[in-house]
C-alpha cells in the first residue's frame, strides 16, 4: 500500500512552492591550542529552521543521521559522535528518534603524539545530515579548522558553557553496579527481553540503536523485579517501505529516565553483533514487484488507445494477412515478429534510461535506496523535464513520430517477417510520445531498483503494448469488433496530458526543495523556454514548410530548448546568508564583526538579480577576509521587525543593502549591485 502511495503521488501529486529550508552548521573546538597527545574535542552544532529536524543514528526508519568525514593530520585520529538524547516521535512508520531545534555532537580528536610545537594542526571535516519536515532534505557541509601546538593545550574559555551544556545532553554510561543481561522470551520470534539488575529508578523509555527493535514507548513492557527492571522490547520486521530488517540479537541504545543512560553493551553469550541494513538498491519482494510489473503491462495495453497507434492496429493485422495469404500459422508469426521488435526497441529504450539513471545517481556519490533517487537534484530535473516535453507533446502542442514514420517506411513494407519485426520498432517509436503518464510512473517506479527488474518492467510495458497485436494476428475476424477511431481519441491524449502537468508540477516541488526558493526562479524560466522551443518546432517543423523555414525552426527550438535546460540546471549553493534579527546584529557588533544586511523578498526581481550576478568569488573571498557577516531580512511575508528597521533607515522599498561597522553609521547601497561596487564597499573595512 505505501509503495502504491509512493507512485500516486508520483503521478498526481499537486504543485506547489515552500520556502526551501537549510540548517546553520558550524563546527567548534574547545581549545584554543592543541597539545601533542592530549585528546580535546569538537563540537559539530545543527541550527535547524522551525519545525524541522534532524535524526538520532537510528532514525526509527529510513531518515539518514548526521555522518562526518575527517581528514586529518598523519597519525591523528577522530572518535564516534557522541550522540545527545533524541525525542520520540510519531512518524509514518511507526516511532522516530530526532533532534529538534539545534543539536550539538560531540566528537573527541586524538591529534596523536608526531605533531611539532609551533606548527598548526589543520583538519577537514565532511558533515552529511537530513532535516525533514513532510518531505525530508539532505544537506552537507564542509569545515576547515587550523589551531596552534603549544606545551599544552588550553580551553577557550568562551566555548566552556557551551560545551558543558552539550555533555548534558549526552546519556551517562550505566553505573557500575547495574548488570544487563538478555532474557529468554515466551515469544522469542518477536520480542526480546531485556534484564537490568541493580537499577534504582525506573525507566520512562527505551530508544534502540538496532533498526530491528522499538522503543519500549511504542509496543514495549516494563516491570520491576526483586533485583531491578524486565524491559520487554518488540521486534520491528520490516521498514517503511515493507522491506524485511536483518535480524539481530544485540541490544544496545538509551534508558530514559530521571536520568538517561546509555546501554553499550550486555552480558548475554549469545548476543551477535549489531546488523543494521544499509541504503543500497534493494530488489522489490516478489508481490509488490509483481505489482510493478501489472501496472507497467497494463500503461503498455493502454498506450493502443493513443491516437498515434490505435488507428493502424487493424491495419497493421490486416497487412499481416495479406502478406500470409489465409495461412492462420503465418499471420500468427507475423505478429510473433511484430512483438519481438517491440520488444527490441523497448530493450534499447530501457538501455538509454538505464545509462541515464546511472550516470545521474553517480554524480550524488552516494548509494541510493527506495525514493532517495528524488534527493538527487539531476535525477529530479531529468523526470521534471521528461514530463513537462511529454506533457506538451500529448497536449498538442507539438508531434512527435512523424517524422519516424517516413524515415522507417521502407523497412516496415518490406515483405516477410523482416517487415513485421521493424514495424514494431517503428510502433514503438510512434507510440512512445503518447507514453507519457505511464512512462512517467515507471521511471519513477523502476529508478530505485536493481538492473534486473528495471529492465524486467519495460518488457512487460513492451508485452502490454504488443499484445493485441499478437492477439489478433491469431484471431484476424476480432478486427471488425474494434471501435473506430475518432475525435473522442484525441480528447482522451490530451486529457492525459494533464496528468504529467502535475507530476511536473510534484517534480517541481521537489527540484524547489533541493535548489532552494530562491534559486527556483531560473528553472521556471527555463520550463518557459522549453515550451516556447516546442511551440516553434510544433508550428513551423511541418512537412509543408519550405526547407529553410524547417532549417531556422529547427535552429530556434534548440536553441530555446537548449538555453532552457542550461539555466534550470542546479547551481552551486553557499552557506552565506544567516537569517537576521536587531539581536544578532547587535551581538556580532559587539563582538567587533561587521555586518552586511540584505533586506530582500522573493518576489523583489532586482534583488534576485542583485544575488545572481553581484556575489561573485572575489567579492565573497574578499568579504571573508574582511570577516563580514551575512545576514538576510526577508520580508516575503509581512515582518513588523523588518518594517521597523527599514523606517530608521529612511527607506520603504527594497532592495536595501546596509554594510554596518562597529563604531560607525551604516553604509546604505544603490539599490543595484555590481561586483566592483561591493569591492570598493567592504575595502572600507580596515583590516
Not at 97 to 126: C, H, K, M, R, W
Not at 602 to 611: G, P, S
Not at 657 to 671: A, F, K, R
Amino acid at each position: 500500500m505505501r509503495f502504491l502511495i509512493f507512485l500516486f503521488l508520483l503521478a498526481f501529486g499537486l504543485p506547489a512552492f515552500a520556502q526551501k529550508p537549510e540548517s546553520i552548521a558550524t563546527l567548534t573546538p574547545e581549545v584554543s591550542s592543541v597539545a601533542p597527545g592530549e585528546s580535546f574535542t569538537i563540537a559539530l552544532k545543527l541550527v535547524h529552521p522551525q519545525e524541522w529536524h534532524s535524526y538520532y543514528k537510528n532514525s526509527g526508519g529510513v531518515e539518514l543521521p548526521p555522518v562526518i568525514s575527517w581528514e586529518l593530520p598523519e597519525g591523528a585520529s577522530a572518535g564516534e559522535i557522541q550522540w545527545p538524547t533524541p525525542e520520540v516521535k510519531d512518524g509514518f512508520g511507526g516511532k522516530s528518534f530526532i533532534y529538534n531545534g539545534s543539536p550539538v555532537f560531540l566528537i573527541e580528536i586524538d591529534p596523536g603524539t608526531s605533531i611539532s610545537l609551533g606548527d598548526s594542526f589543520t583538519l577537514t571535516a565532511s558533515a552529511k545530515w537530513q532535516i525533514c519536515k513532510l518531505s525530508c532534505i539532505s544537506e552537507n557541509a564542509n569545515f576547515t579548522l587550523s589551531l596552534p601546538i603549544t606545551e599544552t593545550s588550553e580551553l577557550d574559555q568562551n566555548q566552556v558553557a557551551s560545551f558543558s551544556a552539550a555533555r548534558a545532553a549526552i546519556p551517562s554510561d550505566l553505573p557500575a553496579s547495574v548488570t544487563v543481561s538478555i532474557q529468554p522470551s515466551d515469544k522469542p520470534a518477536d520480542f526480546i527481553q531485556l534484564k537490568l539488575d541493580g537499577l534504582e529508578s525506573k525507566p520512562n523509555d527505551f530508544i534502540p540503536n538496532e533498526a530491528y527493535l522499538k522503543p519500549l514507548s511504542a509496543a514495549g513492557e516494563i516491570a520491576g523485579t526483586d533485583t531491578g527492571f524486565l524491559i520487554t522490547l518488540e521486534r520491528k520486521k520490516t521498514d517503511f517501505f515493507d522491506e524485511p530488517i536483518p535480524q539481530g540479537n544485540a541490544v544496545t541504545g538509551i534508558l530514559v529516565g530521571e536520568q538517561n543512560f546509555k546501554l553499550t553493551s550486555i552480558t548475554d553469550a549469545e548476543a551477535s553483533g549489531i546488523s543494521e541494513p544499509s541504503p543500497t538498491q534493494k530488489s522489490l519482494p516478489f508481490h509488490k514487484l509483481l505489482s510493478v510489473l501489472g501496472g507497467m503491462f497494463l500503461g503498455g495495453l493502454i498506450l493502443n488507445l493513443m491516437p498515434c497507434v490505435f488507428p493502424v492496429i487493424g491495419l497493421k493485422i490486416m497487412g499481416f494477412v495479406q502478406q500470409a495469404g489465409e495461412d492462420r500459422r503465418s499471420i500468427a508469426l507475423h505478429g510473433v515478429s511484430f512483438a519481438i521488435g517491440v520488444l527490441a526497441s523497448f530493450g534499447v529504450l530501457s538501455g538509454i534510461l538505464f545509462a541515464v539513471r546511472t550516470a545521474a545517481l553517480k554524480s550524488g556519490g552516494d548509494s541510493i535506496g527506495w525514493g532517495y533517487q528524488l534527493q538527487n537534484p539531476i535525477v529530479v530535473l531529468v523526470l521534471l523535464l521528461l514530463m513537462f516535453i511529454l506533457g506538451l507533446n500529448m497536449f498538442g502542442l507539438f508531434e512527435l513520430g512523424t517524422s519516424a514514420t517516413s524515415v522507417g517506411g521502407k523497412l516496415q513494407n518490406k515483405s516477410g517477417h523482416g517487415g513485421s519485426f521493424f514495424s514494431g520498432i517503428l510502433a514503438t517509436v510512434v507510440a512512445t510520445p503518447c507514453s507519457g503518464p505511464f512512462l512517467g510512473v515507471a521511471i519513477g517506479a523502476t529508478m530505485a531498483l536493481p538492473p534486473i527488474q528495471f529492465f524486467s518492467g519495460f518488457t512487460a510495458m513492451a508485452l502490454g503494448l504488443a499484445l493485441p497485436y499478437l492477439l489478433l494476428s491469431i484471431f484476424p475476424s476480432l478486427v471488425e469488433k474494434l471501435p473506430r477511431p475518432g475525435a473522442w481519441m484525441e480528447s482522451f491524449k490530451q486529457a492525459m496530458s494533464f496528468l504529467l502537468f502535475g507530476t511536473a508540477g510534484y517534480l517541481l516541488w521537489v527540484y524547489s526543495g533541493l535548489i532552494g526558493q530562491e534559486a527556483l526562479l531560473a528553472p521556471l524560466l527555463g520550463l518557459s523556454l522549453i515550451a516556447t522551443g516546442a511551440w516553434v518546432y510544433g508550428r513551423w517543423f511541418l512537412p509543408h514548410r519550405s526547407k529553410h523555414a524547417r532549417f531556422i525552426s529547427l535552429l530556434l527550438t534548440l536553441v530555446f530548448v537548449g538555453v532552457g535546460i542550461f539555466i534550470s540546471l542546479p547551481q552551486k549553493q553557499n552557506k552565506l546568508w544567516e537569517p537576521w534579527s536587531e539581536a544578532r546584529v547587535a551581538a556580532l557588533l559587539s563582538e567587533g564583526s561587521p555586518v552586511y544586511v540584505d533586506f530582500t523578498a522573493q518576489w523583489c526581481l532586482t534583488c534576485q538579480v542583485n544575488k545572481k550576478f553581484a556575489y561573485t568569488d572575489e567579492v565573497l573571498e574578499l568579504a571573508k577576509k574582511k570577516g563580514v557577516v551575512f545576514l538576510k531580512a526577508d520580508k516575503t511575508r509581512p515582518n513588523p521587525a523588518i518594517e521597523a528597521r527599514l523606517d530608521e533607515l529612511g527607506r520603504t522599498a527594497i532592495p536595501v543593502n546596509v554594510l554596518m561597522i562597529p563604531g560607525e553609521d551604516p553604509v546604505i547601497t544603490p539599490e543595484v549591485l555590481t561586483p566592483k561596487l561591493l569591492v570598493e564597499l567592504f575595502n572600507t573595512i580596515s583590516d
